[in-house]
Each structure stands twice: as structure tokens, then as C-alpha cells.
């Protein structure tokens, strides 16, 4: 088992930056990829950035890419997501994932999932 714990949510007008982190606890996390998603209400759970294993592999969703940025500090069992010129559409609540078995960008491939974080971006 792995729990996943979020934090770093929040208000933030346009144009401003947040900092996610998501904290792991259980097995060893270096064994797995971490992804983190997004859901806004009345939308499907959608894919928003995933780090390999050590690190070295990251991927994007188009609509974050440049904005975003996914990292990792294996010694402190944990990663984040950088989020800077934020926008009204990136209002989600955030949750990250940890997979085991692939560098995946789809839902299903996730083992386990934290409970989420707000993220409001006003106008």
C-alpha cells in the first residue's frame, strides 16, 4: 500500500503561481512513477503531468505544457507540481497517482491516488 497525502492548494488570482506537493507514505516510492491529475466539476479526472521513477522522464498535458512543472525528491518521498501563469480553466481540485508498472498519462494505470487538493484561479 501507498498513501498519498496533497497540500499546497489554494486561492490565487490569474497570472499567479502555486506549489503542490504530495507527500508518500508505505512502500518504497522510488518504485513508482507518480503522475498528477486533475478534476474540475462536471468534468472527467483528466491527466496533468507524470516523472518517472528517478526522475529523469517527464510528460505533459499540452494544456500545462510550459506552465507546469512536475519534480521529484526520492529522499524525501516526495513530488510536486510547479504551477506558474495560472489560468481560470486550471481551477481543479489536484490529485497525484503513483503507478508501479508504467511512464502512463491514463487513469487506469494508477495504483493509487491521494485525496486532492482545491486549486481556485479567479478572474
Known amino acids: 500500500q501507498v498513501q498519498l497525502v496533497e497540500s499546497g492548494g489554494g486561492l490565487v488570482q490569474a497570472g499567479g503561481s502555486l506549489r503542490l506537493s504530495c507527500a508518500a507514505s508505505g512502500r518504497t516510492f522510488s518504485n513508482y512513477a507518480m503522475g498528477w491529475f486533475r478534476q474540475a466539476p462536471g468534468n472527467e479526472r483528466e491527466f496533468v503531468a507524470v516523472?518517472?521513477?528517478?526522475?529523469?522522464?517527464?510528460r505533459y498535458a499540452d494544456s500545462v505544457k510550459g506552465r507546469f512543472t512536475i519534480s521529484r525528491d526520492n529522499a524525501k518521498n516526495t513530488v510536486y507540481l510547479q504551477m506558474n501563469s495560472l489560468k481560470p480553466e486550471d481551477t481543479a481540485v489536484y490529485y497525484c497517482?503513483?503507478?508501479?508498472?508504467?511512464?502512463?498519462?491514463?487513469?487506469?494505470?494508477?495504483?493509487?491516488w491521494g485525496q486532492g487538493t482545491q486549486v481556485t484561479v479567479s478572474s
Open positions: 516523472i518517472s521513477w528517478g526522475g529523469g522522464s517527464t
Open positions: 497517482a503513483a503507478n508501479s508498472r508504467a511512464f502512463a498519462t491514463g487513469r487506469a494505470s494508477y495504483d493509487y
